[in-house]
């Protein structure tokens, strides 16, 4: 079964540090997505990316994160500047359109110190 | 107030009994997503409904438009259906707007 494919599984940054999350999304997906997840709390919406474009982004989703699909495959978030509540799962999602279910990545555990 | 509500929030099983885990919402969707996360963290798509009733092996997933409220059940659960069960709605934009999850344990 199609995958979506996150990497790395785990990163830990210096505060300050940016750093870039990457997600390969399944091929015929059209819509993807950036989530994350602090510890112990809901999963909460970053942003939503749709021909090659942001469709929607959350009030968390400020200047200090950006999101690019740079080769028809990958799909990055990158975080600038990261601040000690930056530590949380972040999830890259993909379907292929509204009438399809989502599939998920595993997940990346980003740590800043 | 949350959009998305779980109840509970916390379970905890003998292995064979029949699981329910409710989830109300307040603002207008486009689906409802049953979703399973496990210890690692990983999320899993269970179901996806806008209307009825679905039925995968032992899960069964129902909603109700009118209410805005779903409802999963586990049947003849078992310790490895142990894991958080999270009700996801999709807004008409797409995106998915998340409960707080219900953590089920199944005891042997």
């Known amino acids: 079964e199609p995958e979506v494919t996150q990497t790395p599984s785990h990163q830990v940054t210096q505060m300050g540090q940016e750093v870039i999350l990457r997600c390969v999304p399944i091929?015929?997906?059209?819509?993807f997505y950036w989530y994350r997840q602090i510890l112990g709390q809901k999963v909460e919406f970053l942003v939503s990316f749709y021909n090659n474009e942001i469709s929607e982004k959350s009030e968390i989703f400020d200047d200090q994160f950006s999101v690019e699909r740079p080769d028809g495959s990958n799909f990055t978030l990158k975080i600038r500047s990261t601040k000690l509540e930056d530590s949380a799962m972040y999830f890259c999602?993909?379907?292929?359109?509204?009438?399809?279910?989502?599939?998920f990545g595993s997940g990346t555990r980003l740590t800043v110190v | 107030k949350n959009e998305v509500e779980q109840s509970p929030q916390n379970l905890t099983a003998q292995e064979g009994e029949f699981i329910t885990i409710n989830c109300s919402y307040s603002v207008g969707i486009s689906a409802l997503h049953w979703l399973q996360q496990h210890p690692g963290g990983g999320i899993v798509s269970l179901f996806m409904?806008?209307?009825g009733k679905k039925k995968h092996g032992r899960l069964i997933a129902t909603i109700n438009i009118q209410e805005k409220h779903s409802s999963l059940h586990i049947t003849a659960s078992h310790p490895r259906d142990s894991a958080v069960y999270i009700c996801?709605?999709?807004?008409?934009?797409?995106?998915?707007?998340f409960g707080t999850g219900t953590l089920l344990a199944v005891q042997p």
């Open positions: 409904l806008s209307s």
């Open positions: 999602a993909s379907h292929r359109d509204s009438n399809y279910g989502y599939t």
């Open positions: 091929s015929n997906h059209l819509y």
């Open positions: 996801a709605v999709g807004a008409a934009t797409n995106k998915l707007i």
